[in-house]
Every structure is written in C-alpha cells, then in structure tokens.
C-alpha cells in the first residue's frame, strides 16, 4: 500500500522560510505526477505546486517566486522549500501523489506564518 507522511511544519515568522518534506513508501519516480496542496481555516484546499516525474514544475501564482518544489529520488521523497513566507501561506498543507489511475494522500502539516 502506497503511504505519503509530510513532515516539517510548524510556527515561523513572516518572512522565514520552512521546508517541508513528503516521505513515500515507494520511489517517488513512479509516480506520474506528486503535488503540494494547502488547505487554510474556513477555505477550500488549493493547489500549492506540482512536479512531473519528468521533472517539469508548475505553481500556484500565490508563490510563484517564493516556493520551489522538488525531489530526491533515493530518499523517496518530495520537497516544498518555502521562503518569504506571509501569514496568509498559513494553512494545512498537504502531500499528493497521482499514479494512474490512482490518487493518494498524505495525513497534512500545519504550518503557521506569524505577523
């Protein structure tokens, strides 16, 4: 059974960086596509950025700039470095991983930017 454990949350200061990781019980080159979502208080889940096992990435225009996403194929797992961060990237933020045609996701990390 595929498992997705993030990791690396927690309280910043606005204008801090964290780095969150996705840890998957398989190797993280099979999958299609693996993704970072957040979700905030009272709002709908949103996509954060994803990487191809290609390696082509894409992001939300929310932190374009600012989030870089990555992997690291022998420790199996998906990276979401964030810097400059703002009390509005304040969210649950979650891991996803889409290997056709099935979808899995992580357990999510709170991060919290203070002002």
């Known amino acids: 059974q595929v498992q997705l454990v993030e990791s690396g949350g927690g309280l910043v200061q606005a204008g801090g960086s964290l780095r969150l990781s996705c840890a998957a019980s398989?190797?993280?080159?099979?999958?299609?596509?693996m993704a970072w979502y957040r979700q905030a208080p009272g709002k709908q889940r949103e996509l954060v950025a994803t990487?191809?096992?290609?390696?082509?990435?894409n992001y939300a225009d929310s932190v374009k700039g600012r989030f870089t996403i990555s992997t690291d194929n022998a420790k199996n797992t998906v990276y979401l470095q964030m810097n400059s961060l703002k009390p509005e990237d304040t969210a649950v933020y979650y891991c996803?991983?889409?290997?056709?045609?099935?979808?899995?996701w992580g357990q999510g990390t709170q991060v919290t930017v203070s002002s």
């Open positions: 996803k991983g889409f290997l056709f045609p099935d979808t899995y």
């Open positions: 398989i190797s993280v080159f099979r999958f299609n596509v």
């Open positions: 990487i191809t096992s290609g390696g082509s990435t």
